[in-house]
């Protein structure tokens, strides 16, 4: 580097050397491409999505979409009813699962738990977050199926929807909890004290000052885990009960195929090779649904989130 | 002008009450707390449960032959079959994703962080992010399929359903996690410590590489290891990309490299088919004892992610 005089300045002595600033601009660049990528992906998605479903809408014969016996890609039946009634019914049982047990620990974990108490019972919540889909859905048929569901239902298949459903039900918890946490966290210390200072008990502070306080967090909490619910492929695709199709058939103590495990049998089976119609295209016909679908949640799940970052 | 006094006199009649009132127990709050407390018990039941079963499932297999077990390859015969191919895929699939989402997405959170503008174009790949990360995993299978496996460009570098465009697939998917968990770990640095650095003449690169991601390192690695871990053990996305799930003959060595453009399988898929195999001594005692070495791979991984964070956290106090 070439000496500074004192009152000799140059601005090029001031920007530092040329090598040092070159290496700054293409740092920022990588940077703004890695950023762009996300971007990329998106369009991809898209992308992959929209041509084939588009190729689907035109090809398919829309009379063997509705009021078919089932879903049936090897034969051309693809009821698209039959496949969304399973959807609901898993989601469903997963939030009855889910929402209680998950709203239940982050209230103690948020209000009640001390630091030491909160570092033994939060990795439970941890763990099972880390769980992989495919194990809880062997749990699903070993354990759920015919120790909890066919105890209750003596007529229910040996695999079903119901055990399905409480098993994605088990995924979603952790995100429950520590989604309604944040929520809980949230909420400003002073309303608990004011609420203290009129003399309401800890349980009463809890239920009827912070909990609404906390509603659209709670409420973020609530639609993510739908999301992800209606999202989750491996353990109805094991667990459900249906192989590669599924008869029509609104009771989920029987077997029966989501939208995402439709999605699974149409690209592993046979069925994708061969089939009356635009089988294969199916597929990405149902993944477009999904995608919107859950599209949807998320971006009213990130307002309410953002509401409650507002508001605090 | 002396304070009101505060009836400390309980012996009169509203003292009496509201004596009554302190000392009487609140059953119902006490209700209350256990029933929160015995959910989070209920979900650690559910786990210890879960565990008995699949080791006791997996047990014969486990204690019986497990070297055979580990080192065999896909057999119709449920006493030879065996993890190897599994095994190495899922090695293979974890490296790939971490090779391509670490600096993808390190690089997105710093630009993000650090030197992204306050416009619209920020915002959107701030929201787009969030959204990617809410994207079920079955639909970055069908990205992977379209795009890795089938699209022009990537299909002569991929070389079809091989493990490098199910590498890809997953690290796209595992990408927006990354970059959220590198971006709130780079948040949680002291505003001080880069000031310090500018002051003493750092460039904004030197101050980021040298002041922000050594004390952000910590953070940064539990939540890129806890993300690969979920792509070892994600499953739909690679039976999308069309993953065997039949029958691999060859089982080549470990490291020969050029099978990432090769046919090839993971653990997932292949817990996933057994646990569909009629015969029990696949659709249980297999499954089971394959399950028990995916949980104790993806423990691995988390317990590296707890040791690396731990060394770099001394550091830091150091």
Known sequence: MTALHPGHWDISELQGSPRRRRRERLVGRLAFAAAAVSILISVGIVYALLFEAIQFMLDVDWSRTWGQIGWIPRQGYVDLPTIVVASLWVTLIAMIVAAPLGLAAAIYLSEYADARVRRILKPVLEILAGVPSVVLGYFALRFIAPDVVGNVFTSAAPANLMAAGIGVGLLTIPLVASISEDALAAVPGSLREASAGLGARKRSTSLKVVLPAALSGLTAAFIVAVSRAIGETMVVYIAGGAADSAVKNFDPTQPGLTMTAAMASVASGTDSVAGVGPTFQSLFFVGLLLFLITLLLNLVADRFVRRFRQEY | ?318
């Open chain 2, 1 to 318: 002008m002396a304070a009101p006094a505060i009836p400390t006199d309980t012996t009169g009649r509203a003292g009496e009450a509201l004596e009554r009132l302190r000392r009487r127990p609140d059953i119902g709050g006490r209700v209350f707390q256990l029933a929160l407390l015995s959910s989070l018990l209920f979900t650690l039941l559910v786990l210890v449960v879960l565990v008995i079963q699949v080791f006791g499932d997996g047990s014969s297999v486990i204690t019986g032959r497990l070297g055979g077990f580990l080192t065999g390859g896909l057999s119709s015969r449920a006493a030879r079959a065996g993890i190897a191919q599994g095994l190495r895929g899922t090695f293979y699939l974890c490296l790939i994703t971490a090779i391509v989402a670490f600096p993808l997405g390190i690089g997105a959170a710093i630009y993000l962080e650090e030197y992204a503008p306050r416009n619209k174009l920020t915002t959107f790949i701030d929201i787009n992010i969030r959204n990617l990360a809410g994207v079920p995993s079955v639909v970055y299978g069908i990205l992977g399929l379209t795009i890795f496996v089938k699209g022009f460009g990537f299909r002569s570098l991929t070389g079809g359903s091989t493990p490098l465009a199910a590498g890809l697939t997953l690290a796209v998917l595992v990408l927006p996690v990354v970059i959220i968990t590198t971006a709130e770990a780079l948040r949680s640095v002291p505003q001080a410590l880069k000031e310090a650095g500018y002051g003493v003449g750092g460039t904004q690169w030197e101050v980021i590489r040298d002041h922000m991601l050594p004390y952000a390192a910590p953070g940064i690695l539990t939540g890129t290891l806890l993300s690969i871990a979920r792509a070892a053990g994600e499953a739909a996305p690679l039976i999308l990309v069309g993953t065997i799930t039949g029958y691999l003959t060859d089982v080549p060595s470990w490291f020969d490299v050029s099978q990432i453009r090769g046919r090839f399988t993971a653990m997932p898929i292949v817990i996933t088919t057994w646990a569909r195999q009629p015969q029990d001594e696949f659709r249980i005692d297999n499954t089971a004892a394959a399950i028990v070495v995916l949980i104790v791979f993806v423990l691995l991984l988390n317990s590296a992610a707890i040791v690396l964070r731990n060394r770099f956290e001394k550091r830091r106090e150091a």
